[in-house]
């Protein structure tokens, strides 16, 4: 089944550290751009993260560049987010996505709910 | 950043309606648009891409059209389970961005 299983959300304080993790399964994995989309509690969809198939290039919304590192392990099947020095606006539900050959998104994962709070 | 603005916010429509949203970009992105359809606690779907191309096993009753800075998504015939938030994204540079979505009600 073509799928991408997420995992790695949580409760943290503000100024601490999450990874999330997004498997890939059904599809070849290192074929595909990867990208992270966030949405906040009652709020719109907002791009957060994307990484070209071989991980060359990586790519930030300004919200979270430099402090979030996205990366894949092409031999896991797996892309990550690793976000440091949370804020209480990063409270989001994260989901990951994808699509070959465009930056559209017609495969997303279930997403993971980050919550920020002191 | 490209900026993408939806109108309206928010509609109310019934069952047979025909309905319309408009999409439009800050600067020109060609056809480089999608458009989405998410329901409460789900991820989002992919309806349309390239601005007018309908995704595989989306209904006809969808439409997409424009390009530029101006793009409309048109359902023909509103069911019951179209009622949604519909978001436009331009894919034509990053930042990604998308519209801040459209709710469709049940009039």
């Known amino acids: 089944e073509v799928q991408l299983l997420q995992s790695g959300g949580g409760f943290v304080q503000p100024g601490g550290s999450l990874r999330l993790s997004c498997a890939a399964s059904?599809?070849?994995?290192?074929?595909?751009?990867m990208t992270w989309v966030r949405q906040a509690p009652g709020k719109g969809l907002e791009w957060v993260s994307a990484?070209?198939?071989?991980?060359?290039?990586?790519y930030y919304a300004d919200s979270v560049k430099g402090r979030f590192t996205i990366s894949r392990d092409n031999s896991k099947n797996t892309l990550y987010l690793q976000m440091n020095s949370l804020r209480a606006e990063d409270t989001a539900i994260y989901y990951c996505?994808?699509?070959?050959?465009?930056?559209?998104?017609?495969?997303w994962g279930r997403g993971t709910l980050v919550t920020v709070s002191s | 950043d490209i900026q993408m603005t939806q109108s309206p916010s928010s509609v109310s429509a019934s069952v047979g309606d025909r309905v319309t949203i408009t999409c439009r970009a800050s600067?020109?992105?060609?056809?480089?648009l999608a458009w989405y359809q998410q329901k409460p606690g789900k991820a989002p779907k992919l309806l349309i891409y390239?601005?007018?191309f309908l995704e595989s096993g989306v209904p006809s009753r969808f439409s997409g059209s424009g390009s530029g800075t101006d793009f409309t998504l048109t359902i023909s015939s509103l069911q019951p389970e179209d009622f949604a938030t519909y978001y436009c994204?331009?894919?034509?540079?990053?930042?990604?961005?998308f519209g801040q979505g459209t709710r469709l009600e049940i009039k």
């Open positions: 600067q020109g992105i060609s056809s480089w």
């Open positions: 994204q331009q894919a034509n540079s990053f930042p990604i961005t």
């Open positions: 996505a994808n699509r070959q050959n465009d930056w559209y998104f017609d495969l």
């Open positions: 990484i070209t198939s071989s991980g060359g290039r990586t």
């Open positions: 390239a601005a007018s």
């Open positions: 059904g599809f070849t994995f290192t074929t595909y751009a």
